[in-house]
């Protein structure tokens, strides 16, 4: 027996038990406790000047190790639409697409998955990249950082 929740929300939070008779063994039961939780997301402001690099990390809270172990990427937003620019699985090498949005600039995945783009236009400006890391096909965690571009 199986229960299905569906459009799970956290006030579907709880614990839930199962019972049923059996026979010859009587009653059987098992209770569960289910956390649901909101959907996680971080987001910052990041500050650079105009055509130095721009890194920025991708969830603050958490290591490289345990980054690692998980599939991420990378997107850029921008006007409503958001263009991925990096993928990296687990023991893999990172995947970088052809995004038109970063006009043939360097970018490059760090070694703590940070994000790292060289040299940061006056475009750039308002931009907002994002990583998600994929703990689970339902529980990803979002970190999301606006970009402010000074000159000097």
């Known amino acids: 027996w199986a229960l299905h929740l569906k459009n799970a929300t956290v006030s579907l939070s709880g614990q839930y038990e199962c019972t049923f008779a059996t026979y010859p063994y009587g009653t059987k039961a098992t209770k569960i406790q289910l956390i649901v939780k909101a959907e996680e997301e971080q987001h910052y402001v990041k500050e650079v000047q105009l055509n130095q690099t721009l890194e920025i990390p991708c969830l603050e809270d958490m290591t490289s190790e345990n980054l690692s172990n998980y599939p991420l990427k990378w997107l ?26 970063l006009y043939g600039r360097s970018v490059r995945l760090g070694s703590d998955k940070a994000l790292k783009i060289f040299p940061t236009k006056i475009m750039d400006d308002g931009r907002v990249f994002s ?20 000159g000097k």
């Open 76 to 101: 850029v937003g921008e006007n409503g639409r958001k263009d991925e620019l990096v993928t990296k699985e687990p023991s893999c090498p990172a995947v970088y697409r052809n995004s038109s949005a």
């Open 131 to 150: 990583c998600h890391v994929v703990y689970h096909p339902e529980r990803v965690q979002k970190s999301s950082t606006t970009v402010r571009v000074f």
